[in-house]
């Protein structure tokens, strides 16, 4: 039986292959500071924890969970959205659950017809799942370059109308992974502007919207009404809830959540009960995230003077928990990579995001305080 051609090339999800490194380094002896994913280590919201550990204690046996969420979750995340983008969401009809974001980010494509062709544009460097599904479904791709020009957004302009007649999905994530760059409102509205006179479908995936040090960062909710979006939001980072596996899939156009729900109908079952139970408290307190960004805020300001002081260029940085930089005398990836390592510590060369990304490199800094200070000491023994 012959396997997709995907699945012969054996491709590592990029992402892996570094934190594979560090656990070899680690097996090694080497006492390694791993700053390659980003996965939370400070505490979850205590609401969360409370209210899911209620859920499972008032429960003496199980039950499968609605696969679009409960009630009570879907309104939690329609008032979220009116509270915070001043939108009205029906529950029933405009919003949906998700295990996560990456799983539906995942699926997505799944959605639309390519028996006449179509292509998913991807932005050059970029969150691995876009590119991974697109691949798997057999799907064309593009990429649209991110270079330091056009700090880091898709061109707009540069994007030809013959090129716009075979889109069928964008991919746009803002604040943007890994480069932390952020679409302002007016480079959103436009996007939505052009999605409806070319008919292509805009995926938002906007998981680090919510932990910002400058102002909050426009989300497709905030653009005119449209039926040409989904948005993509995750509990994961806004709220610390990795593990929990939960998050919202919203949209204007009724006919693409209803495709959803019968699409995701036979792929599984909603996050668990009580996780949803915990996940209603994250939706429904806005005031968490920006306590956890003072935190992150210290950390980013920590590293990021230590990056500067060796001579690295770090870029945008209003946004997320990335520090993407390069240095001006070093022109790959592997190179400043190899510097990190002598000092104990794993980061991801920019290559592994995509076809830009050579000459960068991306660390996390969503570990503790105590391991922030330790890199910031190790960078300042960097080898440069
Ligand atoms: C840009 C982006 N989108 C989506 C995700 C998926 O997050 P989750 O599946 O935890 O919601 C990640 C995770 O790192 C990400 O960086």
Not at 114 to 141: M, R, T
Not at 180 to 185: E, G, M, R, S, V
Not at 243 to 261: F, H, T, V
Request: proline share 5%; hydrophobic share 35%.
């Amino acid at each position: 039986m012959k396997l997709n051609p995907y699945l012969t090339q054996k491709r590592e999800y990029p992402l892996f292959i570094y934190a594979r490194k560090a656990e070899e380094l680690k097996a090694q002896g080497v006492d390694v500071i791993n700053l390659t994913i980003g996965d939370p280590l400070d505490d979850t919201y205590p609401a969360v924890r409370e209210a899911t550990i209620k859920a499972l204690q008032g429960k003496t046996n199980s039950a499968y969970p609605a696969s679009k969420g409960s009630k009570e979750l879907l309104e939690a995340v329609s008032d979220w959205a009116r509270r915070n983008h001043d939108l009205n969401l029906d529950p029933t009809k405009q919003i949906i659950s998700c295990n996560g974001s990456k799983e539906a980010i995942f699926h997505a494509a799944m959605l639309f017809d390519w028996s006449d062709g179509g292509e998913i544009f991807i932005p050059s460097l970029s969150y691995p799942v876009y590119e991974n599904s697109a691949a798997l479904h057999s799907i064309k791709y593009k990429y649209l370059p991110l270079t330091e020009e056009n700090n880091f957004l898709p061109d707009l302009d540069a994007i030809s109308d013959e090129d716009w007649q075979v889109c069928k999905m964008f991919w746009i994530n803002s604040p943007h992974n890994p480069t932390t760059a952020i679409a302002d409102l007016e480079y959103l509205q436009k996007l939505v502007d052009l999605a409806e006179k070319h008919y292509f479908m805009i995926c938002a995936d906007e998981c680090y919207n919510d932990i910002h040090y400058g102002p909050v960062p426009p989300s497709i909710l905030d653009t005119k009404p449209s039926k040409n979006w989904i948005l993509f939001r995750s509990l994961s980072k806004r709220s610390h809830m990795t593990g929990y596996r939960c998050g919202a899939i919203m949209s204007l156009n009724e006919e693409i959540i209803a495709a959803l729900i019968r699409m995701r109908a036979p792929m599984g079952q909603g996050s668990p009960t009580f996780i949803q139970a915990g996940a209603i408290q994250a939706w429904k307190d806005d005031q968490h995230p920006k306590d956890f960004t003072v935190g992150y805020r210290k950390k980013k300001k920590m590293l990021q003077n230590a990056l500067e002081e060796k001579g690295f260029k770090v870029f945008g940085g209003g946004a997320s928990f990335y520090l993407w930089f390069s240095h001006s005398e070093i022109k790959e990836s592997t190179k400043i990579l190899d510097l990190f390592i002598e000092q104990g510590i794993v980061i991801t060369p920019g290559t592994a995001f995509g076809p830009d990304g050579e000459g960068y490199v991306r660390m996390v800094f969503c570990v503790t305080e105590e391991v922030c200070r330790k890199t910031a000491e190790r960078i300042g023994k960097l080898n440069i």
